[in-house]
């Protein structure tokens, strides 16, 4: 057992940014290099071997998943960045498991691990998981969200995509989000995803400030300072550079949150996109450049108007797209793969060649200096919302002021 990554206290920025350029050579393995016709047929070239016997990487490994909650997005883009890499995969079927028996998730983790289980990816609705993870002798567990506290991958991914999205994710300086502003806006409080960014976007420089039913924006954590809450959420549109937009999270409600939204969660939802979510009336305050995010899965109507959904500013798939090359860099952290293993070069040299890419260059793209480093953030690392990381301070002109007429979304 090397690590756990329960919440984003648990590694160094460093090891956030090592992973940030492993997810990039994997992208740029996989990216479409012409057009959308030529690059769905390189895909379907590329992928096989990865996929298959050709691999190595990760052949002979286990990747189980616990989902003890319902999930789409993560469950499977974590099977498939497993299966990708050449792992075994385990998924717990919940409803056909001896959790239905009364069996608890910390027995069912240590049967998983039993059963040679090298990394648990685990979603529970309980809060921490350090307790579980602590029994395990051998066994990573990478939280794939807790309760309310937590959701790391996703803040990676989040994270990964507004660095794509401004310019910032190639070259060989920090990967910093210093100068942007990134605004929360919808069911804060209950919203684990939140905690997450919280935690996170603040670490790699960017402001975060949040704003959405008055009720709904502060946490009993203290993650949510009162200078970082907005009066609005068109106040909110207007002073950010991206909009991570958050669905009630009914299911997490109590009786006195429900009285306080009037009652009856139905009507207030009813008239809830005119009052905070992103309709066009809003969009229209939206920044030169700005964009929008939105962990899912999305309320149409609700946190957004529909007809939204397909406009070019809001990056709900290519969330999607990316969490996957995450938690491959992830996973292949987690799995002490090498780095020809976690690029693929070594393994697959044609599955480059695809694209028009010789090996040699996603590893390069890719690849840091020293691989990933070990726990432990840089002293003086700040934590507070809208801080700034101290090497995040010495990226001059480009960190300082956003461009608003950035360079293409996608490479």
Do not use: C
């Not at 806006?185 to 960017?206: E, K, M, N, T, W």
């Not at 695809?354 to 432990?376: L, N, Q, R, Y």
């Not at 990226?395 to 002021?401: K, L, T, V």
């Amino acid at each position: 057992m090397g690590w756990h990554l329960l919440d984003e206290t648990d590694r160094s920025v460093a090891w956030v940014e090592a992973i940030f350029r492993r997810a990039r050579a994997y992208q740029r393995a996989f990216a479409e290099k012409r057009n959308a016709a030529a690059g769905r047929r390189a895909w379907a070239v590329a992928a096989a071997p990865w996929t298959g016997a050709a691999v190595s990487a990760a052949a002979g490994r286990t990747v189980a998943l616990a989902f003890f909650e319902p999930s789409t997005r993560t469950r499977l883009s974590f099977e498939l960045a497993a299966r990708r890499l050449g792992a075994d995969v385990l998924d717990l079927d919940v409803r056909r498991s001896s959790v239905v028996k009364g069996e608890e998730e910390r027995e069912t983790l240590l049967t998983l691990e039993a059963l040679g289980a090298e990394v648990i990816v685990v979603r529970t609705a309980r809060d921490d998981l350090r307790p579980d993870a602590g029994r395990l002798t051998r066994a990573t567990v990478v939280a794939g969200g807790s309760g309310m506290h937590a959701h790391p991958t996703q803040a990676l991914l989040d994270a990964y995509t507004l660095l794509e999205a401004f310019g910032r994710l190639d070259g060989s300086g920090p990967l910093r989000l210093s100068g942007l502003t990134v605004a929360l806006v919808g069911d804060v409080r209950h919203s684990r995803v939140a905690a997450s960014l919280l935690r996170l976007l603040p670490r790699l420089g960017a402001r975060v400030v949040v704003a959405g039913p008055p009720t709904l924006v502060r946490r009993d954590d203290g993650l949510v300072p009162e200078a970082a809450v907005v009066p609005s959420v068109e106040a909110a549109v207007e002073m950010a550079d991206a909009v991570v937009l958050l669905r009630l999270q009914k299911e997490r409600l109590s009786p006195q949150d429900v009285a306080a939204l009037g009652g009856d969660v139905d009507v207030f939802l009813a008239t809830y996109l005119d009052r905070y979510g992103l309709d066009a009336r809003k969009a229209r305050r939206l920044r030169p450049g700005a964009v929008v995010l939105h962990p899912g899965p999305v309320w149409p109507d609700v946190e957004i108007a529909r007809a939204l959904l397909d406009d070019p500013r809001v990056l709900v798939r290519r969330q999607v797209e990316n969490g996957v090359f995450v938690r491959m860099a992830v996973l292949a952290d987690a799995l002490g793969l090498s780095e020809d293993e976690k690029t693929g070069a070594a393994a697959t040299p044609g599955a480059f060649a695809a694209f028009g890419e010789a090996p040699g260059d996603a590893k390069a793209a890719g690849t840091a200096p020293g691989g990933i480093m070990a726990a432990g953030d840089a002293p003086g690392e700040p934590e507070a919302v809208g801080g700034t990381d101290a090497s995040a301070e010495g990226e001059g002109e480009a960190g300082a002021a956003v461009d608003r007429e950035r360079a293409p979304l996608y490479p």
